[in-house]
């Protein structure tokens, strides 16, 4: 009984598979564009355990233009009105003058800058497969649905029948067929953000032509499927699975099933191997229930070697968030009911992960991201982020107070998949306290008054949120 499993990441999410297959087997990892294999002088490498990758090879691949300066040692890659631009040795990048950091500095190897196979993914919009197999990575460009049948070709005989596409609850889709089928590779479309499998050589028991539809509602990965004999010449059928966004699947082929198993994309497993039991998330209740003592989690956002936006009057972001964040934490050291834990108190860069644990670890009751924000000259006001259901209400609470304290534009409370407040389990927000870009916000938030405020407000926000007097 033949059995596999493959997966297939939505967005670039890991690149440190590599790590593994680099040090056990010795074995070079191929790199594909749109499903062309992309030579190079300089293979992918690991560096401190990353994926890096030539940048030129896979900008030129785009069709992107790439310059080199080598008396700086930088880089910019220009698509459209887009400018990326990266330094040797320097692990921020300038992507559209906003710094993104890397997960390792530009490296040169063999004449090219190397560069995280992660930033790349995320920042030239690319989907990213890994064949364990193979050992290979696959990046695609969003490409959009055929509409034209495939062309005639010689009438073939189909080599498998579908008998039957089921929704099994519990985001899991199955496909029965007879005979022999396999799926093209998927194509990952947006508007609607879905997944498209096509089977040629392949037809329907019952289903003569048309469509087909599965309404799914009781998923949150998955929202429609829906199933058509695409095209007759050769026989193909098509299966469209529309998606959440950051949704990940786990594919389990076994003789004459199909099936599509739906997940969070941070709940795909590493180890393709590995059978699938996603961890069940419990979410709390919402209020809190009363404690003795609470303890909440503040996270000064960026730090160290990541200043977050700049500000107009030079200033880092990451100044304005410690400074709120310690005169918050002068209000909570005199709170009895409330004991509060700082994911840094001075000029440190803890990654994103590292707060996520240290949150988890605590089993906070709640945890406040603080940051401001970058854009347009023009662009101004406080917004409250939060993800998870059961961070509604505190996000509520949190941007009443925000507004009351900044006394600038109201830009509500919205939702956001930031992985801080995306992967704690308990209540998070992330604030933006204003626009580093735009005069009139950026004099607020260095002003000591308005962050002697905010800290206030913020802090009182809490208390009302958890109940405390
Ligand atoms: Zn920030």
Redesign the pocket.
């Known amino acids: 009984m033949k059995r596999f499993v493959s997966m297939l990441l939505f967005m670039s999410l890991f690149f440190t598979m590599f790590a593994t297959v680099g040090q056990a087997a010795e074995v070079v990892p191929k790199l594909f564009l749109n499903g062309k294999l992309l030579t190079s002088a300089a293979n992918p490498q690991i560096i401190d355990k990353f994926t890096v990758v030539p940048v030129r090879t896979i900008s030129e691949g785009l069709g992107y233009q790439i310059q080199w300066d080598n008396t700086s040692k930088a880089a910019t890659v220009t698509h459209g009105t887009n400018v990326i631009k990266l330094k040797y040795n320097d692990k921020t990048a300038l992507v559209n003058d906003k710094t993104v950091l890397m997960d390792t500095s530009v490296a040169i190897i063999k004449g090219n800058a190397l560069v995280p196979l992660r930033f790349i993914g995320e920042q030239f919009g690319l989907d990213v497969e890994w064949n364990n197999t193979a050992k290979e990575v696959h990046m695609y460009e969003h490409l959009s649905e055929p509409v034209d049948p495939i062309e005639p070709a010689e009438p073939v005989v189909p080599t498998a029948l579908v008998t039957d596409v089921a929704y099994n609850g519990d985001s899991t889709l199955t496909m029965s067929y007879e005979g022999t089928m396999k799926a093209n590779k998927p194509l990952l479309l947006d508007n609607p953000k879905r997944v498209v499998f096509d089977f040629p050589n392949t037809g329907f028991i019952t289903l003569v032509n048309g469509q087909a539809v599965i309404d799914v509602t009781d998923s949150t990965y998955l929202q429609k499927v829906r199933y058509s004999l695409f095209s007759n010449t050769p026989s193909t059928v098509r299966l469209v699975i529309e998606i959440s966004n950051d949704t990940g699947y786990v594919l389990t082929e076994d003789v004459g099933t199909f099936q599509l198993k739906f997940m969070a994309l941070t709940d795909v497993p590493v180890d393709p191997t590995i059978p699938v039991e996603p961890p069940v998330v419990v979410i709390p209740t919402d209020p809190p229930p009363s404690k003795d003592v609470f303890n909440i989690v503040i996270d000064p ?2 730090g160290g070697t990541d200043p ?2 700049s500000s107009i009057t030079n200033k880092w ?1 990451k100044e304005f ?1 410690l400074s709120v964040a310690l005169k918050m934490k002068a209000l909570l050291d005199k709170e009895t009911k409330i004991k509060a834990h700082f994911t840094r108190t001075g000029d440190t860069y803890p990654s994103l992960d590292d707060r996520v644990k240290f949150a988890e670890n605590l089993k906070a009751d709640l945890f406040i991201s603080i ?2 924000n970058k854009g347009p000259a023009t662009a101004t006001g406080a917004e409250t982020y939060y993800y998870k259901d059961n961070s509604k209400a505190l996000a509520a609470v949190i941007h009443k107070r925000l507004i009351a304290a900044t006394k600038i534009k109201d830009r509500g409370v919205k939702k956001e998949a930031y992985k801080v407040i995306k992967q704690t389990t308990m209540p998070a927000v992330l604030i ?1 306290a204003g626009f580093l870009s735009n005069t009139n916000d950026v004099k607020m938030l260095y002003d000591d008054a308005a962050q002697n405020r905010i800290a206030a407000e913020l802090v009182a926000g809490i208390k009302e949120y958890l109940k405390v007097k």
């Open positions: 956002g960026h977050g936006a972001e968030n940051h401001a933006e």
